[in-house]
């Protein structure tokens, strides 16, 4: 069998392996575990498939999948289509076979701009030990170079991360205010704010690329539009 007919083959049986992690059933005991989320900023909403089933609907820019999804395999096949796109006869706008490990949990981001998406499968943080917390810093920016993560008059504690690409720290627990810098140097690209982060919490900084609709208002003014964040839980 060749390989294409492999795929589909393991498409086939895998598929209704999926489960929602919010009631998983006793026929699943170890899985991989996911969100979607929607990174590229000129893309239009997408629906995503993971083998044959669809895990998110009508997505837009910067939206997670409203579910986590898991699935007892180790190989998946992510394809992105626009929304209401009919998947039997409408070709991917991005496709995919993204690694999977039993017992973790991810982010699966379709990033870049909608000529060159791409699928990226981002490894949520191991549990920090008590009295400490994780943070990731995530860069899904296309055409933002690389980054680094700071406390406002403090250390760095992430130094140079590169689209499309995350690093995490592990830290005291605590209050802290935050800032992305442009790598190597102290220009402030984001303020994030002061962000409370309790014992043996996990959270990821995704950076994004402005919308296509701020890059045009930008583009119009003679300037160039900032890019932007959302922080949210690990789970």
Known sequence: MNFALRI????????AALLSGAAPTGAVTRAACFRILHAS???????????????ANNLAYTQ?????WCIAATVVLVRAFSANADPNITPP??????????DRSYVIAIANRVQQLQVVALENPALPPAGQFSLRLAHLAVDVGGVDLAVTGGPVWLFNVVFPTAQTTTQPAGTYTLEVRQAGT??????????????RERQTVYVLAPSAAAAEQARTQ??????????????
Request: aromatic residues 6%; glycine residues 4%.
């Open 41 to 55: 900023p000129d893309a239009p909403n997408l629906d995503v498939y993971v083998n044959r089933t669809r895990v």
């Open 186 to 199: 102290p220009n402030v690209l984001l303020p994030l704010g002061t962000v409370t982060f309790r014992s």
């Open 64 to 68: 997670f999948s409203a579910r986590r």
């Open 8 to 15: 589909l083959a393991t498409t086939a049986l895998v598929g």
């Open 222 to 235: 003679g300037a160039t539009a900032a890019p932007q964040f959302i922080i949210v839980p690990d789970r």
């Open 93 to 102: 706008l991005v496709s995919a076979n993204v690694n999977l490990a039993i």
